[in-house]
C-alpha cells in the first residue's frame, strides 16, 4: 500500500532559511520554491532520483514527522487507526495522524513511480545517505511504538545489535527506513529525527562541521549533531 515515503525536517519557523541553507548543502540538494498557505513547506530536489526529505515551518522546536504516499489514503486510515493510531485531522483526500507515543505523520495519496536518490559524496569523499527517521518511545511504550510502526507499514520487523533499538525495514526501493529507539526515562521527551548514513563518521562529521552544524555526542556506532537551526539528527556507520 504504501508506495513512497517523505521524511520531513521540521524547524522553527524563524529558522526556516537557515535550515534549508544548511540541508542544500549537507544533501547536495536545491531547494523547491517554497508553498503552503504561509509558505511552510519546501522540498529538497535531489540531483538523481526522486525527492523525499522536505523542510516544514513549525511552532516550537520542532524535529521531524513521515508523510506515505499511498495507493487508498482511506484504506490505509482504516488500517492505521486499527494498529493504534489517534486522528489529528482528517482533510479527506489526505490526514494527520498520531502514532501511540504522540508522533505525527500523514497519509497522502500516491501518483507516480519514484525513484530512490543516490548517495552524495561529501568533499573528502566521504558518501552519505538520509535514509532512516529515528523515533523515540517511552520505556514502557517501546514494545507498543515498536508494533505500530511494524503493523502500519507492513515493513519487515527486524532487532538491532543494541537492545534500545529496533527497525521496521522498507523494501529497498523506498529512500526511508524507521527505527524505533527506547529512552531511558520516563521524564525524556519523545521525538523524531533524521539519522544520515556514512561511508565515514568522522569525515562526515568534519564536513557537517564544516557547514555549520555542532557534535551533541559521540559514540562508537554514530555522532548526535546539531544542525543551525537548532534540529539533532545522527550521523551513523551504517552503509549508505
Known amino acids: 500500500m504504501i508506495r513512497w515515503a517523505y521524511a520531513f525536517l521540521d524547524r522553527p519557523?524563524?529558522?526556516?532559511?537557515?535550515?534549508?541553507?544548511?540541508?542544500?548543502q549537507a544533501t547536495e540538494t536545491a531547494l523547491s520554491p517554497r508553498r503552503g498557505e504561509n509558505g511552510e513547506f519546501a522540498t529538497f530536489q535531489p540531483v538523481?532520483?526522486?525527492?523525499?526529505?522536505?523542510?516544514?515551518?513549525v511552532g516550537g522546536p520542532g524535529g521531524g514527522h513521515l508523510d506515505f504516499?499511498?495507493?487508498?489514503?482511506?484504506?490505509?486510515?482504516?488500517?492505521?487507526?486499527?494498529?493504534?493510531?489517534?486522528?489529528?485531522?482528517?482533510?479527506?483526500?489526505?490526514?494527520?495522524?498520531?502514532?501511540?507515543?504522540?508522533?505525527f505523520f500523514c497519509a497522502v495519496p500516491w501518483h507516480k513511480e519514484q525513484t530512490r536518490p543516490a548517495p552524495v559524496t561529501g568533499p573528502?569523499?566521504?558518501r552519505v545517505r538520509a535514509d532512516q527517521m529515528c523515533v523515540d518511545a517511552l520505556p514502557?511504550?517501546?514494545?507498543?511504538?515498536?508494533?505500530f510502526w511494524a503493523a502500519v507499514t507492513g515493513w519487515e520487523s527486524q532487532a538491532a545489535t543494541l537492545p534500545e533499538f529496533s527497525r521496521v525495514?522498507?523494501?529497498p526501493t523506498l529512500p526511508v527506513r524507521i527505527l524505533v529507539q527506547r529512552l531511558g526515562s520516563a521524564a525524556d521527551r519523545p521525538a523524531m529525527h533524521l539519522d544520515l548514513a556514512c561511508s565515514d563518521v568522522p569525515a562526515a562529521v568534519a564536513w557537517?562541521?564544516?557547514?555549520?552544524?555542532?557534535?551533541?555526542?559521540?559514540?562508537?556506532?554514530?555522532?548526535?549533531?546539531?544542525?543551525?537551526?537548532?534540529?539533532?539528527?545522527?550521523?551513523?556507520?551504517?552503509?549508505?
Open 208 to 240: 557537517h562541521v564544516s557547514l555549520g552544524a555542532v557534535v551533541v555526542d559521540t559514540r562508537p556506532r554514530w555522532t548526535v549533531m546539531r544542525d543551525p537551526a537548532g534540529g539533532v539528527y545522527c550521523l551513523t556507520s551504517r552503509t549508505p
Open 140 to 147: 514502557d511504550g517501546f514494545e507498543t511504538e515498536y508494533a
Open 48 to 57: 538523481t532520483g526522486d525527492a523525499f526529505l522536505k523542510l516544514q515551518a
Open 13 to 24: 519557523a524563524d529558522r526556516f532559511e537557515t535550515a534549508a541553507e544548511f540541508w542544500t
Open 124 to 126: 573528502s569523499g566521504v
Open 169 to 171: 525495514v522498507p523494501p
Open 69 to 103: 504516499a499511498v495507493t487508498d489514503v482511506r484504506a490505509f486510515i482504516t488500517s492505521a487507526l486499527d494498529a493504534g493510531a489517534a486522528m489529528t485531522a482528517d482533510h479527506g483526500d489526505w490526514a494527520v495522524l498520531r502514532s501511540p507515543a504522540g508522533h
